[in-house]
């Protein structure tokens, strides 16, 4: 009676082991597919100025990270996602219009993020396309680079 009974729970183990690979295996491959598909996803990059005015300087309160909403590939997207070392997004200052801000008494001024989305596709060169940056806007301020 014991060997039959050890024979079973034997078998039993085999079964439920045989059943577990499978079912990893079907997730796998549910997954392999799935990112094949057109998706979309938040990613918080890093954000660097260039070509800031002659003798100024940026302000310590100017974002340094934005959120971008991505639609492309899975696969694209687990790219951008989750790579190593996340390569800042440059915004030129030279080539971006940026306005001031009413009123404002500072050399306040403003960024609309929206006309920086063909900018950040390219600079991504992931095969997505940024549907939409947050914030909105960006303020910068710039102070004179002798800290007055």
């Not at 079973?8 to 094949?36: A, P, Q």
């Not at 954000?47 to 800031?52: D, G």
């Not at 800042?88 to 030279?94: C, E, V």
Request: aromatic content about 12%; proline content about 6%; overall charge positive.
């Amino acid at each position: 009676m014991e060997k039959n009974a050890k024979k079973r729970i034997g078998l039993m183990n085999r079964d439920v082991f045989v059943f577990v690979f499978f079912l990893i295996l079907s997730f796998f491959l549910w997954y392999l597919n799935s990112l094949g598909k057109e998706s979309e996803a938040d990613i918080r990059r890093p954000v660097k100025y260039i070509n800031i005015p002659r003798g100024r300087t940026l302000s310590d309160d100017t974002p340094v990270r934005i959120n971008l909403s991505l639609k492309g590939p899975g696969y694209s997207i687990l790219k951008l996602k989750y790579p190593g070392k996340k390569t800042p997004l440059a915004i030129d200052l030279a080539k971006t219009t940026y306005k001031r801000i009413p009123g404002s008494k500072n050399p306040d001024y403003y960024i609309l993020a929206s006309g920086l989305n063909k900018t950040f596709t390219v600079q991504l060169r992931s095969g997505c396309d940024v549907t939409s940056v947050k914030p909105d806007t960006l303020f910068i301020s710039f102070v004179k680079e002798n800290g007055k």
